[in-house]
């Protein structure tokens, strides 16, 4: 799940010292020979691991298992200082953009002799947690992909049904039909539709897009299908970039055009976003009638009172394929763990078919083996949830891209760098050409 780096560079830097000179060299201290401390952040998988940790402690008699959550703003900040104070959990939920400088700094613990399978899970899910050492940190938890949620009343008020809404496809240079159907979907305050003559774009009742705000380095719930689906990639090569392609033309011109979407009025503004106004709650309010969001949000969306929800799969671009980001969590264990021993056991146990199938029948999440998620796909239908828009781009590779979050080293620096630079030509109206210097700061960074 989630899903956005939010910076931690003072952070990173204060343990980079911290490890330089010693400070963090002992044992962590936040647990006993009989207990292994595990942290993760999202509270509605609590219950599912609490069930894991049962059947981990019968088939590990002697052995418990301490679990913490903390919400996402904390989750970073407090595991990072735990590092340094030497007070880290055994186990934490791992992301894909942080792993690599927690490895770089050597906090983490190689997975190597768990015998891990990369087959046993979905396809590149385990090969993204294999460092540039070659040792892997990180055991396969779940996984997750981005579509379309859309208010049914609003669309079929408008006259789109689900088959058109899978069907759409779009291009960088008239929007094609997915622009079309978004302009259709916008309506003014005196109830004229985005293509319809005499729309007032700077008074609209309902936007035909919600925004997720300007995406940062990833644009993982914003421009990301886009870019990929015209054929762009972050990086110059899968893993472990040392260029990224942030002056693309190719990327700026999707850019442009997605933004573009704000100033036509189809898109709420970079305004419309913050931390009590993301796109779901704009979609459940009314004021947009379609929004861009991940997996882990299905149960959010589907338990919003008298809102009646559904998914598509994101438009075709330009290359003819529909794309979608695929991230992946996993478990890692820390290197200076107080109970290595018990900590290398919970997270072999954490990726079993045992433990993913216990997770998938809760139906919040699809965790990474093949098993796990057939049983998340079928806890979502028992909930009347239909989740094919998610499933789809695994099941049909012919007409789907899947990319990972970009894989390289200081995550961190980029954020810092892009964040700023797309929020100033999404909220400013600065030319994406600006990017181009901001690749160049972000290129010269790598090559330290």
Request: aromatic fraction near 12%.
């Amino acid at each position: 799940m989630r899903i956005r780096l939010r910076g931690a560079t003072a952070l990173t830097g204060a343990l980079a010292l911290a490890l330089t000179a010693g400070c963090a060299g002992g044992a962590g201290t936040g647990s006993s020979s009989d207990t292994v401390t595990y942290w993760l952040w999202d509270a509605n998988q609590l219950p599912a691991y609490q069930t894991c940790a049962r059947g981990f402690e019968k088939e590990n008699p002697g052995l418990r298992v301490k679990i913490t959550q903390l919400g996402w703003d904390d989750y970073w900040t407090k595991l990072t200082a735990s590092f340094i104070a030497g007070t880290q959990p055994d186990v934490f939920t791992d992301h894909i953009q942080k792993f690599g400088q927690f490895a770089d700094l050597k906090v983490l613990e190689p997975l190597d002799g768990l015998g891990i399978d990369a087959s046993a899970y979905q396809p590149g899910l385990a090969d993204n947690w294999t460092g540039q050492d070659g040792h892997r940190y990180g055991a396969p938890k779940d996984w997750d992909t981005v579509a379309l949620f859309y208010n049914k009343k609003l669309t079929t008020a408008a006259g789109l049904t689900a088959d058109r809404l899978n069907d759409l496809s779009w291009n960088p240079e008239d929007g094609g039909t997915f622009e079309k159907a978004i302009a259709h979907l916008t309506v003014d305050k005196n109830g004229r539709r985005g293509d319809e003559q005499g729309f007032d774009k700077n008074n609209v009742k309902v936007y035909g897009l919600a925004t997720n705000g300007a995406g940062d380095a990833d644009g993982q719930t914003q421009w990301s299908t886009f870019a990929a689906s015209a054929g762009w990639t972050y990086t110059d090569k899968k893993r472990w970039g040392t260029e990224y392609q942030y002056d693309s033309g190719t990327f700026q011109s999707v850019v442009d055009w997605y933004f573009g979407l704000a100033k036509k009025g189809y898109l709420a503004p970079f305004t419309a976003y913050n931390s009590s106004n993301q796109a779901n709650v704009q979609v459940s309010s009314g004021r947009a009638a379609t929004a861009f969001d991940g997996a882990w949000m299905i149960s959010t969306y589907a338990g919003f009172k008298d809102l009646d929800v559904a998914t598509a799969v994101p438009p075709a671009g330009p290359t003819g394929k529909r794309a979608t980001m695929m991230n992946g969590l996993a478990d890692s264990v820390s290197r200076h763990a107080a109970n290595k021993p018990g900590a290398l056991k919970w997270v072999k146990y954490l990726s079993s078919d045992a433990c993913q199938k216990t997770v998938g029948e809760y139906g919040i999440v699809f965790p990474a083996t093949p098993e796990g998620t057939r049983a998340a796909v079928a806890a979502y239908r028992k909930k009347g949830i239909d989740v094919t828009a998610f499933t789809r781009p695994i099941a049909d590779p012919k007409d789907f891209t899947t990319f990972s979050f970009p894989i390289t080293n200081y995550a961190a620096d980029v954020f810092a760098l892009m964040r700023p630079a797309m929020q100033d030509i999404y909220a400013n109206g600065k030319p994406v050409s600006d990017l181009d210097k901001t690749n160049r700061q972000i290129d010269l960074i790598l090559s330290q």
